[in-house]
């Protein structure tokens, strides 16, 4: 019989920091602050050489809105234009793994972290972003007069000479979204460059629990390696995967706390989130091809515990699992 003991002391966390391509500006209907910080931003960072792209947009955005008069006429104070602005909405933006999302207020980042949940560790408070974190909020000037739109305008402006200086020295922000756990057996191992590459793109920290060749293994090994990995909170999620998923998931799930969830389609992933807080996504390599494999981790990874009635029931395993009923 192998020994298919896992050291785990030989498994690392790989893959970690991500460079920062396009820096979003949000506020509530992008026709004032965020659209001012955007030009702002485009020509401070143009004067200083720095090559990353910038774009705003709002919360509640009416899209095609023109950039408000107020605003307009305060950017031209630094030759800037707004003319040309066109708002933009939050709701219809996809946001890249590259992109770093800074908000007005605190309200803001709240109200776009519930429209995109997978954004959570990419959206901060302008403000305190750069260091301001007492009074973490740029007022709305909206409705004020010029001299309000002016202020607002310049409290923005002197703010991004601090933010370029925290990009250019760390335009590789630590932006983790999730540590995830990945684990398979022999079977499972063709799947595994497939994932390790889509928890890449999706910018996770991945700890590579193993196997790491296509020997024969046992996969209990594995899944409770992974399933232990999560409950203990040093990974958020767990993937694991052998040649149908059914005999990881099961010994993964025999870890009290891992809710390990089997899914083949994008519905199931999706719900096994919502519904279920599934902590552990199992997939089958002999069932599975990458492509579709892909797109269930993204799904997984992306949904978001809906809790509310769900809790109660996720309550009764847990109770289950102590021998309380
Ligand atoms: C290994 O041959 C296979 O039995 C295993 O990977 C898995 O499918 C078990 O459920």
């Known amino acids: 019989m192998q020994n298919t003991n896992i050291d785990i002391n030989k498994t690392m966390w790989v893959g970690i920091l991500c460079s920062i391509e396009r820096v979003w500006f949000v506020c509530t209907g992008n026709t004032c602050r965020s659209p001012m910080a955007e030009v702002l931003f485009r020509k401070l960072a143009q004067e200083r050489g720095l090559d990353i792209e910038v774009a705003s947009a709002g919360v509640y955005a009416a899209p095609g809105a023109p950039a408000s008069s107020g605003a307009?006429?305060?950017?031209?104070k630094w030759g800037v234009s707004l003319d040309d602005h066109r708002a933009r909405s939050t709701e219809e933006m996809r946001f890249g793994p590259g992109d770093l999302v800074l908000t007005m207020t605190r309200r803001h980042r709240d109200l776009l972290l519930a429209q995109h949940p997978h954004l959570e560790g990419r959206v901060h408070v302008l403000k305190s972003f750069v260091g301001h974190p007492a009074d973490p909020d740029v007022a709305d000037p909206f409705g004020g007069s010029d001299s309000h739109y002016l202020q607002t305008a310049q409290e923005i402006y002197d703010l991004l000479p601090l933010l370029i200086q925290k990009l250019e020295n760390e335009n590789r922000l630590e932006m983790v979204m999730k540590r995830v756990a990945v684990g398979c057996d022999h079977a499972g191992f063709v799947l595994k460059p497939t994932v390790l590459e889509t928890l890449e793109q999706e910018r996770c920290q991945v700890l590579d629990c193993g196997t790491f060749s296509a020997e024969s293994v046992d996969y209990p090994d594995f899944g409770a390696a992974v399933?232990?990995?999560?409950?203990?909170?040093?990974?958020?999620?767990?993937?694991v995967i052998c040649g149908t998923g059914i005999g990881i998931s099961v010994a993964a799930n025999k870890v009290s706390g891992a809710r390990a969830a089997l899914c083949h389609d994008t519905y199931s992933a999706r719900m096994s989130r919502a519904h279920n807080d599934a902590n552990i996504l199992a997939l089958g390599a002999r069932v599975i091809g990458p492509g579709l494999a892909q797109e269930i981790i993204r799904a997984f990874l992306n949904e978001p515990f809906e809790g509310g009635r769900h809790q109660k029931r996720l309550q009764k395993i847990a109770e289950l699992e102590e021998g309380r009923i």
């Open 72 to 76: 307009k006429r305060a950017v031209r």
């Open 227 to 239: 399933a232990k990995k999560v409950v203990s909170g040093e990974a958020d999620f767990g993937i």
